[in-house]
């Protein structure tokens, strides 16, 4: 949650000094605030079923601190959307487009879809359960102190709104245990975890000889000799090469229309990151 504490300080408390700083203006940083917010409520409203105003008051309202007041949202269930602004400034708008989650589409038409497209059948596991349905009641006294302590708010400082804890020892899940309201099969933000995860889980591919890094991705809808995606390999992927070529389609789309000024702005940005992150290897 690091950068999302950054981000919350740095743009809400710094939007008066932004317009100064040339192309980060103060209506870039308020979008930039703005699309965090509504992006984060959409998931956590459409894709974990979660409460709304819960939400906000856990995950987002402690990051901006005092200038949480000037932050406001609107849940559109009927249209699978969220829309958030600040102070007037800016205003951003998420949709809810299954199974890739929610996108920003601030800018764009582009309109939410209430059920995932056909396609083929989830592959089964290809490893055994490490657990039951249920969640893992903790068998040690330590463990269940443990697990106490993670969600213990009896304390006069920060809230931790802790909402799952789960504990894995030699391949099977030793301890869980879950806020209200969220389960085993609740989806929640993995932040920077998940990057190191897929990170680990591909050298653990590439030790048994299962993967190339070097070689084609093994994407079947990429594997057609004509496509141009064929040529893509993990490698590329980890270490964002295509960033390039994504800023000329964006720039194709903007001057054909089919997205705005704010959208393509907001795209760019993310480039930018994505780009800085790849040449400093940053973990975010």
């Known amino acids: 949650m690091k950068h999302a504490r950054w981000l919350a300080i740095a743009v809400l408390g710094s939007l008066p000094l932004l317009s100064a700083c040339g192309h980060l203006s103060v209506d870039r940083a308020a979008t930039t605030a703005t699309g965090y917010v509504s992006h984060q409520l959409c998931s956590a409203v459409f894709l974990a079923g979660q409460d709304p105003d819960r939400t906000y008051r856990e995950a987002i309202e402690p990051l901006a601190g005092p200038f949480a007041f000037l932050m406001r949202h609107r849940v559109d269930r009927e249209h699978a959307e969220v829309r958030a602004t600040v102070a007037g400034l800016a205003e951003s708008r998420s949709v809810y487009r299954p199974p890739y989650g929610c996108v920003n589409a601030t800018g764009t038409t582009l309109a939410a879809t209430t059920a995932p497209p056909a ?18 009641t903790a068998a040690s006294p330590a463990l269940s102190l443990a697990l106490d302590h993670a969600f213990d708010e009896s304390g006069s400082g920060a809230q931790r709104h802790t909402q799952a804890v789960v504990i894995v020892h030699r391949d099977r899940i030793v301890a869980e245990r879950y806020a209200a309201g969220i389960g085993v099969r609740t989806p929640l933000p993995g932040w920077s975890v998940t990057k190191s995860v897929t990170n680990a889980l591909l050298g653990v591919l590439v030790r048994q ?3 190339d890094m070097t070689a084609p991705a093994p994407v079947a809808a990429w594997e057609g000799p004509n496509d141009p995606r064929h040529a893509i390999t993990p490698d590329n992927l980890l270490r964002l090469r295509l960033v390039q070529a994504s800023r000329e389609a964006i720039a194709n789309l903007r001057s054909g229309g089919a997205i705005g000024d704010v959208a393509y702005r907001r795209v760019e940005e993310e480039l930018d990151w994505l780009e800085l992150s790849a040449e400093t290897g940053s973990s975010g």
């Not at 396609?119 to 893992?136: D, K, Q, S, T």
């Open 119 to 136: 396609g083929p059948n989830v592959a089964p596991a290809l490893l055994p359960p490490i657990a039951g349905p249920e969640p893992v």
């Open 209 to 211: 000889g299962k993967l």
